[in-house]
């Protein structure tokens, strides 16, 4: 079974410019999930997507940032205009319906120039 | 407010001793607990969870993690750390219950280990 495969693994923008991310989640999951560490920080989660509806974008930082879910199988999370403290690595992680305790993909490294 | 701490930012120990990474969480109720893992470019690899039932949870690669209900606490062990257990740990917090929701981690302990 393929994991959850996020792309790219690294991105190098400069500030004001737009980048989008990529997850790939384990075929069949439900549930995925974007979440992001900022450097020193805790690990803080951003948005619930159920198939192709948002659960829960609570953690969403502002409208910069959007994501989207066609179709139910994969996600993109676009930054438009990335700013500097956008910067930052974003997970991506898979569940099943019904379980608990996610996949978590490798994530992507950003970094805002 | 709910929240993850691990008091360790970074700690080293040598290979073959044992190891101990703490965590403590405030939260409404006994929440699901998780162990995760992250190695040098590798994702987040789940170690082990808590969920009910006995306290002393068994998990993958020969850690294990306690809970402890009076203290709030769900700490790591590990009897021998191998070089490989070199990465960085992190602990979290779920809502309880059959519905999927988000992780509150904690801030993550580095671990180094010496030859």
């Known amino acids: 079974e393929a994991g959850v495969t996020q792309f790219p693994s690294h991105s190098v923008i400069e500030k004001g410019q737009t980048v989008t991310l990529r997850c790939d989640p384990i075929s069949g999951h439900d549930n995925l999930y974007w979440y992001r560490r900022v450097m020193g920080k805790e690990i803080k989660f951003l948005l619930h997507?159920?198939?192709?509806?948002?659960?829960?974008e609570s953690g969403m930082p502002n409208n910069r940032f959007l994501a989207e879910r066609t179709g139910g199988t994969y996600s993109t999370l676009k930054v438009q205009p990335a700013e500097l403290e956008d910067s930052g690595v974003y997970f991506c992680?898979?569940?099943?319906?019904?379980?608990?305790?996610?996949?978590f993909g490798s994530g992507t490294r950003l970094t805002v120039v | 407010a709910q929240s993850v701490t691990q008091p360790d930012i970074h700690i080293t120990v040598s290979e073959g001793a044992s190891l101990e990474l703490r965590c403590n969480y405030s939260y409404g109720a006994t929440p699901y607990l998780f162990w995760y893992v992250q190695s040098p470019g590798q994702g987040l690899q789940l170690l082990l969870k808590?969920?009910?039932?006995?306290?002393l949870v068994q998990g993958i690669k020969g850690f294990e993690a306690e809970f402890k209900r009076s203290q709030s606490s769900f700490n790591l062990r590990k009897p021998s750390v191998h070089w490989s257990d070199a990465a960085e740990y992190f602990c979290?917090?779920?809502?309880?219950?059959?519905?999927?929701?988000?992780?509150?981690f904690g801030k993550g302990t580095k671990l180094s280990v010496k030859p």
């Open positions: 997507f159920v198939k192709e509806s948002k659960q829960d």
């Open positions: 808590y969920f009910s039932g006995d306290t």
């Open positions: 979290a917090v779920g809502r309880p219950g059959g519905s999927q929701g988000n992780l509150i």
């Open positions: 992680a898979s569940s099943q319906a019904g379980t608990t305790g996610y996949t």
